[in-house]
């Protein structure tokens, strides 16, 4: 019975680490930690970018193996923390296996303290767009009308969330709102503003940066399959918001300001 239950915390803590954007060495470097509290001779964890396989042995039986299929995936640190946290406390006996697995599915369905509501997306979204325009040398007229784009994709991204829009359709749209209304920007505010600036600014939090870099360390760590994965997953990502951009000036560019992508 410990080994199943011991089965199971460690398929829900690789779960919620890879569905929050952990690298696939990291979850199964944790999922490993987990399993050798086990009494089982041979213990195998194996973790690609859309599944999840583990397995244990004991002598003299057949193996007890779980598989588990992944297909939402995001960016959460905060949560990749949290279960560390618990990964470590079981190992180190702080905590039995049952209130690990408590643990988990409480990071799991979200009833902990985190910073969940929309007004904190909408308003993080604003301010990283203000930021990022501040950082490539925006004017102050520019940071002004950075914090409208900015509110604008914020409310576009919060929308896509609760319609639940395939990201890379949601990527397209939100790219190409932030730059028809910066267009509208550009042509109507009577001051002068950098609009490349501010369009710039604003696709960066959809930038797949942190995708591209768990590409690398996978690859480096000798897992092919899944970094080549997750670099294919980033520049269809970076294509739609290439495309939402190129729609966007195209259709409203040269209606406004004369200029177009093509």
């Not at 919620?16 to 930690?33: F, K, W």
Request: proline content about 2%; charged content about 20%.
């Amino acid at each position: 019975m410990k080994d199943e239950q011991l089965m199971e915390t460690a398929m829900l803590a690789g779960e919620i680490m890879l569905c929050s954007g952990a690298e696939t060495y990291r979850v199964e470097d944790t999922m490993s930690h987990i399993l050798k509290n086990a009494d089982a001779e041979q213990k195998e964890v194996l973790v690609m970018m859309t599944g999840i396989m583990a397995s244990l042995k004991k002598e003299g039986q057949k193996p007890s193996t779980l598989i588990k299929r992944v297909t939402d995936r995001g960016t959460n640190l905060n949560r990749v923390v949290r279960v560390n946290e618990v990964s470590r406390k079981l190992c180190s006996g702080e905590i039995t296996v049952e209130e690990a697995y408590k643990e988990l599915k409480n990071i799991a369905s979200g009833r902990y303290k985190e910073f969940t509501s929309p007004l904190y997306h909408f308003s993080a979204t604003m301010i990283a767009v203000i930021g990022f325009t501040m950082m490539f040398g925006g004017k102050v007229n520019d940071i002004w009308a950075s914090a409208i784009v900015g509110a604008l994709l914020g409310i576009s991204m919060e929308v896509g969330r609760k319609l639940e829009v395939h990201d890379f359709v949601m990527d397209a749209i939100s790219s190409m709102v932030i730059t028809v209304f910066s267009v509208l920007l550009k042509a109507y505010l009577p001051v002068s503003i950098n609009m490349d600036t501010i369009i710039i600014s604003a696709i960066m939090p959809l930038v797949p940066g942190v995708a591209i870099t768990n590409a690398v360390r996978d690859t480096l760590q000798g897992d092919y399959i899944t970094g080549g994965s997750r670099m294919l997953e980033a520049f269809i990502k970076a294509a739609s918001i290439a495309l939402g951009v190129g729609i966007g000036m195209m259709l409203f560019g040269s209606k406004f300001i004369g200029r177009t992508v093509l």
